[in-house]
């Protein structure tokens, strides 16, 4: 469409890019849209922000017509922060989270989620790898993907120390390289904290993990404190280190 704006004909675009002659004329015309599946974003602080989350308790979900990007969390600051990044990565309206409360046993809290088909397929196509250059491309971008990740999956006790699970070890290691590489942060592990195969219990009915659990811990007063103030959580019991609501 850019090459069209610029002039070209249907002949020359087809020739370049590979596109059928007869699919460019109905873009062209108008008669339909060229697929928003297509999606390459720019690196931002809201995308940035966004990774972190979908790395932790984001979650993405098809039905249907419908590509859904999710957020359930009991916190609504944290709701309303990823609306607000979302909303403005996407270029929409911002969405005001919706309270789902339990179900089915469960506390969903808070729950937000846009639908885009140009996201979910982007996103889907990523790994951790292709991901780094929207993560690294700034200080900035660094310090809004370890926000995105803390709120999602962080926890900080009484600001003596910041832990941080997942099961995925390697997330885990980059991220302890983004601490020290970028805010000279010093974090230890990440060493096992729950074996696969152990028992769990969640609102009152037992489960048998399947994969092993990860923690990676700040405990240096210094550093902890160096994370309150350079990245920080959005969620305000977090970032001053009290007890988590609904928990």
């Not at 951790?128 to 993907?145: C, H, N, Q």
Request: hydrophobic share 35%; with cysteine; aromatic share 14%.
């Amino acid at each position: 469409m850019d090459m069209f704006n610029k002039g070209f004909g249907i002949t020359t675009v087809s020739r370049e890019l590979d596109i059928p002659k007869s699919t460019l004329y109905y873009w062209r015309c108008g008669i339909y849209r060229p697929p928003s599946a297509r999606w390459y974003p720019e690196p931002s602080n809201e995308l940035a922000y966004v990774i972190g989350v979908m790395l932790g308790d984001g979650s993405l979900k098809r039905h249907s017509r419908d590509y859904d990007i999710k957020l359930n969390t009991i916190d609504i600051e944290f709701a309303e922060t990823f609306s607000n990044m979302l909303a403005k990565l996407l270029n929409r309206k911002v969405l005001r989270p919706k309270y789902i409360g339990r179900k089915r046993g469960r506390n969903y809290g808070w729950e937000i989620a846009y639908s885009s088909k140009a996201f979910y397929t982007w996103f889907k196509r990523q790994s951790l790898e292709t991901l780094k250059k929207y993560i690294e491309y700034d200080k900035d971008t660094v310090k809004y993907f370890l926000r995105g990740l803390y709120d999602s999956e962080g926890s900080n006790y009484k600001c003596r120390r910041i832990s941080l699970c997942n099961s995925d070890l390697d997330l885990l290691q980059y991220t302890q390289y983004l601490l020290k590489r970028y805010f000279g942060i010093r974090a230890i592990g990440p060493y096992i904290q729950k074996r696969a195969g152990s028992i769990m219990i969640r609102n009152g009915r037992r489960y048998r993990r399947k994969v092993d659990v990860y923690i990676l811990e700040i405990c240096r007063k210094r550093d902890v404190q160096a994370f309150l103030i350079k990245i920080g959580f959005s969620i305000r019991e977090k970032q001053l280190g009290l007890p988590r609501r609904g928990k």
